[in-house]
């Protein structure tokens, strides 16, 4: 069983900055890339951005002038990613979703986490 979890997420002013992480856990050997989707109200889940398991990242072209992504490899036993927001927009409201895919089992998602931007 794997386990995804998001934390970091809440209300952000325009023009702030927020980190988001996501822990996977359980029963991984390996894991071929964890990445980020979000999903506005009323409007589908879109990708933001993902870490292969080789370090090389893609970022949707909407936000790559606003966003990274890096990764913790001393944590033992899990997977840990942060996404890094900058000069966030009310445009970036939404729930934000990790997912890690797994070689031979497939993805995995996260519960969302809301990140809330205040104009």
């Known amino acids: 069983q794997v386990q995804l979890v998001e934390s970091g997420g809440g209300l952000v002013q325009a023009g702030g900055s927020l980190r988001l992480s996501c822990v996977a856990s359980g029963d991984i050997n390996e894991i071929n890339a964890m990445g980020w989707y979000r999903q506005a109200p009323g409007k589908q889940r879109d990708f933001v951005a993902q870490?292969?398991?080789?370090?090389?990242?893609?970022?949707?072209d909407a936000v790559k002038d606003r966003v990274t992504v890096s990764r913790d490899n001393t944590k033992k036993s899990v997977y840990l990613q942060y996404l890094h927001m900058n000069n966030l927009e009310h445009e970036d409201t939404a729930v934000y979703f990790c997912?890690?895919?797994?070689?031979?089992?497939?993805?995995?998602w996260g519960q969302g986490v809301q990140v809330t931007v205040s104009s």
């Open positions: 870490m292969s398991y080789d370090g090389s990242v893609n970022t949707a």
């Open positions: 997912k890690a895919t797994i070689p031979r089992e497939g993805h995995y």
